[in-house]
C-alpha cells in the first residue's frame, strides 16, 4: 500500500493528536456496507455522507450511513465538499424521530485512512469521522477520528 509522501510532512502529522481517548463507535453492519460500497462505487474519487445515530457513554452508536454528493468537481480525487441541501434533507427528516447527524464519512483514494490538514479545516466538534482507504477500487480499511477536547487534533476512535 503506497503513502504519498505529503501523510508524512510535517503537515500532515500535525493533525494527529496520539493520545489515548476513551470514546468509542459502533457501527451496524448495513451502515459499515454502504460507507465500504459508496467509496468503491466512487473510486478513483473521494465520496461522502453523512452517519445517522446516538451518542451516548462516549460511544457514537452509528445505525445508518448515507451518501451525500460531493460537490467537489476540480479536485474530487483528494477532496470532497458534501452537498448542504443533502445534509438539510436528513436533518429534517430525522427531526422527527429519536436519531440525529453524528458524523461525516469520505473516501480516501489511493491514500491511508488518516485525516488531512483540510479534513481538520472542515471538522465539527462532536462529530465522528470514518476515513476509508480505497487501493484500486477496493477498500483496505476504515480509520475512525474526532477532534480533541481543543479541536486543534484529530484522535482515533476505536471500534
Known amino acids: 500500500m503506497h503513502e504519498p509522501e505529503r501523510f508524512r510532512s510535517a503537515e500532515y502529522l500535525a493533525v494527529l493528536d496520539q493520545s489515548s481517548t476513551n470514546y468509542h463507535c459502533s457501527f451496524t453492519a448495513a451502515a459499515l456496507d454502504t460507507m465500504r460500497k459508496a467509496a468503491e462505487a466512487g473510486y478513483p474519487y473521494e465520496i461522502c455522507g453523512l452517519l445517522i445515530g446516538k451518542f451516548e457513554n462516549n460511544t457514537w452508536l452509528i445505525k445508518e450511513a448515507r451518501q451525500v454528493e460531493n460537490l ?21 427528516e430525522l427531526r422527527k424521530s429519536e436519531w ?36 484500486h477500487g477496493k477498500v483496505t480499511k476504515q480509520l475512525n477520528w ?8 484529530f484522535k482515533a476512535v476505536t471500534n
Open 146 to 153: 474526532t477532534l480533541n477536547e481543543h479541536a486543534t487534533q
Open 100 to 135: 440525529e447527524i453524528i458524523g461525516v464519512f469520505h473516501s480516501h483514494p489511493d491514500c491511508p485512512a488518516k485525516p488531512s490538514p483540510t479534513d481538520l479545516e472542515n471538522a465539527w466538534e462532536g462529530f465522528i469521522y470514518p476515513i476509508i482507504s480505497i487501493y
Open 72 to 92: 467537489n468537481t476540480e479536485r474530487a480525487s483528494d477532496r470532497f465538499q458534501l452537498d448542504p441541501s443533502g445534509y438539510q434533507e436528513i436533518d429534517r
